[in-house]
């Protein structure tokens, strides 16, 4: 080979290579100091049983199944509260609800007439993240409050697009849901329901057309990621379904032997796979840690139109397990060690392990419930969070401590019959052995009762109730 | 090259070459027409939801779970009774109990002093392959009668490692099994259990040792795999737990979340992981289908020392869904197309599908009530089973028929309070659409009531009863 046939000089060879080094270096670097991206897919009133890896017999969830495989199937996650806008406020904020006003003994969600959302002091873990250069989207259902100050661009992201409240809301006629559902879904009028759905903040369709909502909703969160790939993002993707009424796509519609519901499910199902395609097709698989889970357990009176908590018992809007432990799957190839979590998660957990992971400092002047799961998503080490406050409303209902659950009072759901009732001795069970809270223990283990008597004093001295922000109605 | 340095002759050459190809061919045929080799994993009185890959939070079975994620999952799989003696009678003669007589209203099992057991003319699945040319094992719990000429030797297995008849049997003496259960695993003592353990025909120790049977099981089926991977094989492991007592060898005793129960079923799971590693080894994977599934439903007024049934209504001896429905994989990489599988499938449908694969002849001269599954095994194509019949005893309790399900009787299960009832119009659930069978429908299909009577009808005309064969005891 002849030195005088290189285009370039000797010295330019050096440059060449040193630039090539140059780049290889900073972009192993840039590997390194890029926080993960994250993605949560929340379904609305979605069993702890609806999914076939969390034993459904008939919905079908192939790509939510693949999911659980790969990547870590919680067992014992909880959300911070069994009806829709207090748990949605645990979540984004790490808090329980009673601290930041956002549970009411009176309202239990938001309606279209109420006056308030979320507290401009609260911080959503979206605050957190774009304070440290993350892109946030908020796409499907908020209900933290649906005047301007309230809209999840006031809240800590940069887009949204969904509704602002839940899907059977601003009923506008027809007939009662229970009896359309009787009447199968073509009897089920989206126009019945005039929510509507926004971007950023405007109203951009109403009634919103329900029936390819949620197809649109996994789009939109594909499509925001792809176009925000080259900065750290959040996608909060929020599924408005399958809470009543249902609503699925030709694609879907009439295809699940469990019936509408089952069309339902699998469509989320079906977003949730080219969710995971696209994150693969961008190469970010390694760096971005999906969580799918639910906000609270399957809404029983609706029959076949609710889902199921399996084994759990009951359901939304109670504080026995089927009302507040949801199928939960955590997802990063190469990241998240495949395994089955029995440990204790929950949705608060999510503000503190996603703030900690992107750099964010967690808020010192407040009490913050979130723990740091990351030990146990990396490493598979113990969980750090050893218990959970069931509250309803302002009240607290039940504790969980470890293997053992104290119930100090109990009652049904929405339209279900089981009267409020106080125990002077505690109902206590042990959700390990026992998940379907059927056998009391409580006479034979009065050591648990009083570690977690003694767990709830400590947390009610330390208790201040946030000024209820549900309440008042227009 | 020179001719002269090669030690043998052209022809030679050729001869080799010859010899070669007819080896490669014979080979070939060899693996063609060799058939495949069946293992048949039977759990006895595992509940539906047991299963981690079939909803249960805190059992353990990453065995199960991977077998189920490469092979299938069959979700609507049934026994043929919701008790040990009909339900085992069921799977091995592929007939309803109540054709063969082991089904009675006088007595739901065999007992220690039962005088009879399966009759003489009734044909195995283990007599159809014996027939032609298989290796046939049974390891574990039998139950159709422990006289010597009711036993696996003279029925179609050349080999019985196992107990003749329930693990709770032979009650010698010790207190009541549930206050043992509440003292804990060390209060459950296998002196008082009188059960003899057997091989062939002789009693080889008495009382069997239980807190080592289950390991032992299963390594007596990985030797008779080892020891018969010349011939094909049938290996019916029917393990005797998680039937109460329970019992756990040492590495699982304590371990699992889910208390004594979950240890039990932990070493199960840990059984079928070694069973399929050994199967690897020796190379036998794609020429061997395994099935695991379970005996019945859960024993559910032992508490926490009974199982679940998950989503699924009551358990063990009645004909809700929860006694007669069972978590069942089927598993053959290669062969077996990786699935969830929601048609309809029986243990009795081993008889046929196994037989025909086998090569054996479907008898002709009696009613067989198994259907062949191997286009839905092998090719994912529609189960031809499209019904189920429930019987208790020898009443016809239930019928299902595609996706509903109609209830003639109904009935609580063995101590717990649900009066038989007769139904003038049948109760009538979609079971894939409500698996909890809670939603009566029968005023809104009467056409599927119509459809189900008359395939009653037809039923009832070519059903002939067998001789009572469990009423008599000495």
Redesign the interface.
């Known amino acids: 080979m002849n030195a005088k046939s290189l285009p370039l000089k000797p010295s330019s060879h050096l440059y060449l290579l040193f630039l090539f080094l140059g780049i290889c270096v900073s972009s192993a670097q840039n590997n390194q100091k890029r926080p993960p991206n994250f993605v949560i897919i929340f379904a609305d009133d979605l069993g702890y ?1 609806d999914l ?7 919905i ?1 969830t ?1 790509n939510l ?1 693949r999911m659980a ?1 790969e990547g870590q ?1 919680w ?2 996650f909880y959300v911070g509260a069994s009806v829709c806008t207090p748990s949605r406020a645990a979540l984004l904020t790490g808090r329980l609800p009673v601290r930041s006003g956002m549970a009411s003994n009176k309202q239990r969600v938001l309606f279209p007439d109420s006056k308030n959302g979320l507290p401009a002091e609260e911080i959503t873990l979206a605050e957190q993240l774009k304070q440290v250069g993350y892109s946030t989207a908020c796409i499907g259902k908020w209900h933290l409050g649906h005047k301007k100050q309230y809209l999840p661009t006031n809240n800590g992201f940069d887009y949204y697009f969904g509704i602002p409240y839940s899907n059977d809301m601003d009923k506008t006629g027809g007939q009662d849901y229970k009896e359309a559902a ?1 009447q199968g879904a073509s009897a089920i009028r989206m126009e019945d329901y005039n929510v509507p759905l926004m971007r950023n903040t405007e109203i951009i369709e109403r009634p919103a057309d329900q029936n390819t909502i949620t197809k649109r909703y996994s789009e939109e969160a594909i499509s925001y990621i792809k176009k925000n790939k080259d900065t750290p993002f959040l996608v909060y993707l929020a599924h408005n379904l399958p809470h009543i009424p249902l609503f699925a796509s030709k694609g879907f519609l009439g295809k699940s ?3 509408l ?2 069309d339902v499910v699998a469509e989320i199902d079906d977003g949730v796979g080219k969710i995971l395609a696209a994150l693969k097709e961008e190469g970010l698989t390694e760096n971005t840690i999906v969580i799918f889970t639910s906000d609270n357990g399957p809404w029983l009176p609706f ?2 139109h609710g889902g ?4 759990l018992r009951a359901g939304k809007g109670t504080t026995w397990e089927g009302g507040m ?1 949801e199928p939960t799957i955590f997802w990063s190839p190469g990241k998240i060690k495949p395994a ?1 979590i ?1 440990d204790l998660g929950s949705t608060m957990d999510l503000f503190t392990t996603f703030s900690k992971l992107g750099g964010a400092k967690i808020p010192d002047d407040r009490v913050i419930d979130g723990v740091d799961l990351s030990a146990t998503l990396f490493e598979q080490q113990e969980s750090p969070r050893k218990n959970m406050f069931y509250y309803r409303g302002t009240d607290l209902y039940a504790v969980r401590l470890g ?1 053992y659950k104290a119930h100090f009072i109990t009652e049904g759901a929405y339209g279900q019959f089981e009267e409020r009732q106080e125990h002077a001795t505690p109902i206590l069970y ?1 959700v ?5 809270e ?2 009391d223990i409580a006479k ?1 283990h009065p050591e648990a009762i009083e570690r977690i008597n003694a767990l709830v004093t400590e947390h009610q001295a330390k208790l201040v109730k946030g000024k209820d922000m549900l309440a008042e109605r227009e």
Do not use: M
């Open positions: 049983g076939g890896v969390f034993g459904h017999p008939t079908k192939p199944d495989h199937k067992t014992n009787n032997e469990r019936g519901y089952g029959k076949t199921s908590a399996g084994l432990r089955v029995t293997d042990n390990n052995e026992d998940p379907s059927q056998f034979e």
